[in-house]
């Protein structure tokens, strides 16, 4: 076997043990969310308010943390391999949420989910180790395949994590949650391969003090970041009001709860269908093309699920934007990836990994003002009205990304 074929046999192995153990991981992470604010409650004695304000704290705690982290991983990813760093952050999160298992106040679930925060980067040095390895031409298709592990995994885990907290209990299911992340670092230690070479920096690059001087184009790195925050913030700016938006088009009638969860789902679903089709579109035509799209649909798609009065339209809706996810997200992922330096390509991941969690954070504080102020049907729209602002800032300032076949694709 020469060379050629060595690393084609790796990169595919390492995208098939790591989309493994990105679901895995992805499960783990978002299991605890249907529970995560009655362990709270359990904690004390609160009022209501106080449980609301603590369960926002304990949420956002981890993503604020993850923001600042995340680039510092990233830098040192690039310096010392993205494998290390799948170790790093798939055992260090296995002990911290088995420690969250064994608190019994409030404010020590908020400093581990915080601490949470600084392991965070499994999916992110996972998506750069494939994007490191996959010849360019494949990228495309190898990043889409990878990110329906990670939302197949977060399609699950609500679920699989509210029946484990029903048969077994909340605190036990943080063990069966430690215990699965161990898993993903046993998995990671054994069967991931990585040949890494730090790439040294030209001398004429490293005297720029700019770290964005090193990049082709510095002004697109910059729109792609703010994409992804925008795109975050508003898929998480609908999930506190979902269920409630549900219920209301029901009149408070029939399985809500069920309804609610399988409308949840849906987005999940179409995603893990559409975007290995659009990845490899994109490969072939140009990943900006399918930027572009993904925008469109995703407007055209939020917009009237704020005006909906049917159950049924409200869910082929949801359906639909699983689909402009699957364009939005890979392609940011595959821009980024081929307009990168090889040196830098875990930073780049890192940084974006940042700008994901600075979305959710937001995404999931000013969802419910939103709502709160004006009414459900409000988040709707504004998610609707940011798609409709991002897809104009990349047209107008990076133009180049409407062609076929540029540097930018």
Known sequence: MDETEKNQESWHRNLHVLWFCTFIASMAFSEIMPFLSLYVNSLGNFTKQQVTFYSGLVYAANFLVMAFASPLWGILADRKGRKIMLLRASLGTAVVMALMGTVTHVWELVAFRALQG?????????????????????????????????TSGILLGPVIGGTLAQIFSIRLTFFITAGLLFLTFLLSYFC????????????????????LAMFPNPKLIIVLFCSTLIVQFGNVSISPIISLYVKELMHDVGPITIVAGLIAALP????????????????????????IFGYIFATVMYLPQGFVHSIWLLALLRLMIGISDGALFPEIQTLLTKNSPAAMTSTIFSWNQSFQALGNMLGSLLGGIIAGAFDYNAVFISTAMLMLINLILVWWLIPEIRRSQTAAT
Request: hydrophobic residues 35%; glycine residues 12%.
């Open 192 to 211: 991931v391969q990585e040949n890494f070479r730090p790439v040294k920096h030209p001398q004429q690059q490293s005297r720029h003090r700019n770290p």
């Open 268 to 291: 999940g679903i179409s995603n893990i269908v559409a975007s290995p089709p659009l990845g490899r579109y994109g490969d072939r035509h140009g990943s900006g093309r399918v930027l």
């Open 118 to 150: 600084v392991f965070a980067g499994f999916i992110s040095n996972a998506q750069a180790l494939v994007a490191g390895q996959t010849p360019k031409e494949h990228s495309g298709a190898a990043l889409s395949t990878l990110m329906t592990g990670a």
